[in-house]
């Protein structure tokens, strides 16, 4: 989308970057010139990452870490420095997701997803923070949030909670470090389905993905490669101006309403019906 230099020199950590969306966003930010660092848990998805990157022409290198974890992080942060450079753009992608009803819901669902989005985006940002400062950097931060963070997600009460508690920090960090150089902002993207998406948040899309596209007013579904764009142009100098900012990337699919509304289901039908077993 910009120019092949229009990164260049930059190192880019991205949370959760060897699958989905993330991995899309670490191809578009080397296809401009970054150096990317693959940090998440599980080794083969951060191999898929690497290779992805590769396989443009890119360089990569991965780091095992759970983002709960301020100490993994901070040695995350530090192993990519000291391989590819002092790391100036963060991609705060990594998080958890999956349907249940909040009466159902266990003090564990509760706290492992906020703990991965807000405590992890937390302190992976504060670690961008420094190492840009030290360096004398200046500094693009982009957290993947949803359009849940402004709808509320019924179903999905923890990830809409911990998305939204996001929004508000990007806008938090956009003024405290704004000082420093270190641009803040958000991408809410909408649906962006992809094969490694859990199994359980595909069945909720009973009908396939046709039917999924007629329902958007844009008539189609997201590409992933859509939101590297974005992510992209956010920590590129060409957004320079812009921080604080939550941009949606959905085809206007969170703002559609219809004159005549569908009969409300309530959610525990919803969901009991998307995720019955097939016989
Ligand atoms: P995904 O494929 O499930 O990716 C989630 C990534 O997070 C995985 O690579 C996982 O890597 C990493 N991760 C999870 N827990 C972690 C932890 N504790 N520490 C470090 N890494 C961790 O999801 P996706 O669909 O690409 O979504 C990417 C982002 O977009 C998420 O923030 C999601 O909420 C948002 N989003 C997606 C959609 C969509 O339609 N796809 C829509 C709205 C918003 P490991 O397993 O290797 O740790």
Same mark, same amino acid.
């Given at each position: 989308?910009?120019?092949?230099?229009?990164?260049?020199?930059?190192?880019?950590?991205?949370?959760?970057? !060897?699958?989905?969306?993330?991995?899309?966003?670490?191809?578009?930010?080397?296809?401009?010139?970054?150096?990317?660092?693959?940090?998440?848990?599980?080794?083969?998805?951060?191999?898929?990452?690497?290779?992805?990157?590769?396989?443009?022409? !890119?360089?990569? $290198?991965?780091?095992?870490?759970?983002?709960?974890?301020?100490?993994?992080?901070?040695?995350?942060?530090?192993?990519?420095?000291?391989?590819?450079?002092? =790391?100036?753009?963060?991609?705060? *992608?990594?998080?958890?997701?999956?349907?249940?009803?909040?009466?159902?819901?266990?003090?564990?669902?509760?706290?492992? #997803?906020?703990?991965?989005?807000?405590?992890? /985006?937390?302190?992976?940002?504060?670690?961008?923070?420094?190492?840009?400062?030290?360096?004398?950097?200046?500094?693009?931060? #982009? *957290?993947?949030?949803?359009?849940?963070?402004?709808?509320?997600?019924?179903? $999905?009460?923890?990830?809409?909670?911990?998305?939204?508690? #996001?929004?508000?920090? /990007?806008?938090?960090?956009?003024?405290?470090?704004?000082?420093?150089?270190?641009?803040? *902002?958000?991408?809410?993207?909408?649906?962006?389905?992809?094969?490694? $998406?859990?199994?359980?948040?595909?069945?909720?899309?009973? %009908?396939?993905?046709?039917?999924?596209?007629?329902? +958007?007013?844009?008539?189609?579904?997201?590409?992933?490669? %859509?939101? !590297?764009?974005?992510?992209?142009?956010? +920590?590129?100098?060409?957004?320079?101006?812009? /921080? !604080?900012? /939550?941009?949606?990337?959905?085809?206007?699919?969170?703002?559609?309403?219809?004159?005549?509304? =569908?009969?409300?289901?309530?959610?525990?039908?919803?969901?009991?019906?998307?995720?019955?077993?097939?016989?």
């Amino acid at each position: 989308m910009l120019a092949a230099d229009a990164l260049a020199g930059r190192v880019a950590i991205v949370t959760g970057g !060897g699958t989905g969306l993330g991995r899309a966003i670490a191809v578009e930010l080397a296809r401009a010139g970054a150096s990317i660092g693959i940090v998440s848990r599980d080794p083969e998805h951060r191999r898929r990452g690497v290779e992805a990157v590769q396989e443009i022409g !890119g360089r990569a $290198m991965d780091v095992g870490c759970d983002v709960r974890e301020a100490d993994q992080v901070e040695h995350a942060f530090a192993s990519v420095a000291e391989v590819l450079g002092a =790391p100036s753009i963060l991609i705060n *992608n990594a998080a958890a997701n999956f349907p249940v009803l909040a009466s159902a819901m266990s003090p564990n669902a509760w706290r492992a #997803v906020n703990r991965i989005v807000v405590d992890g /985006t937390f302190f992976c940002s504060q670690q961008l923070h420094r190492h840009a400062v030290d360096t004398g950097l200046d500094g693009s931060i #982009v *957290n993947i949030v949803a359009t849940q963070s402004f709808t509320g997600g019924p179903g $999905m009460a923890h990830a809409a909670a911990a998305k939204a508690a #996001v929004v508000n920090l /990007t806008k938090s960090l956009a003024v405290e470090w704004a000082p420093d150089g270190i641009r803040v *902002n958000a991408i809410a993207p909408g649906l962006f389905p992809h094969e490694e $998406m859990r199994e359980d948040l595909k069945a909720l899309r009973t %009908e396939g993905a046709d039917v999924d596209a007629r329902r +958007s007013p844009a008539g189609r579904l997201g590409q992933r490669r %859509e939101i !590297g764009w974005a992510a992209t142009w956010l +920590s590129s100098p060409f957004a320079s101006f812009i /921080t !604080g900012h /939550t941009l949606v990337v959905d085809g206007a699919n969170w703002l559609r309403r219809d004159f005549v509304m =569908p009969e409300f289901t309530p959610i525990a039908e919803q969901l009991s019906a998307a995720l019955r077993p097939t016989p």
